[in-house]
């Protein structure tokens, strides 16, 4: 995690050949301490709580309390940081594309976009406002379908609504 996922992404794309395989490895790869030590740091919040407590007390296999109790509780979290990192996979790609060394300029994406509006802008700043805007747009989006599927998930809140209900 100490170095910037941006200047790895980077690196591993050219080190290797740009291509979706090798971009989606560049992204992935600087995600992944942050998926574990948030899976981690859940799991051992959550193995702590007493329904879990209560269960382990009651005998029931470890399999059965993990599925059951421990790995519903883990989801909300989870998801949201995977809607996280879908929008940052897409400003990390939008930026390699714009630094050219993402995809080939003849495939479509937004940093290619916005790379060849550059030489443009002076005179039509529209090709790289609108693309811009539509990263941005998509992005939020993103964000929000996260922030929503985690209120929908999460156990404890769905409880609390049930009960002030």
Sequence with gaps: MAIPALLLAIAMVSLLRPSLFTIVAAIAFAEIPRVTRLVRGVVLTVREE?????AQGLGLPRRIILFRHILPSCMAPLVVQATYMFAAAILFEAVLGFLGVGFPPDIPSWGNILAEGRAV????????IFPGLFLAITV??????GDGLRDRLD???SRMTK???
Aim: no cysteine.
């Design 163 to 165: 009960v002030s209900a």
């Design 50 to 54: 007493a329904f879990v407590q209560a």
């Design 140 to 145: 939020l989006a993103v964000n929000i379908l």
């Design 155 to 157: 156990p404890r809140l």
């Design 121 to 128: 802008f002076q005179r039509a700043p529209w090709t790289i």
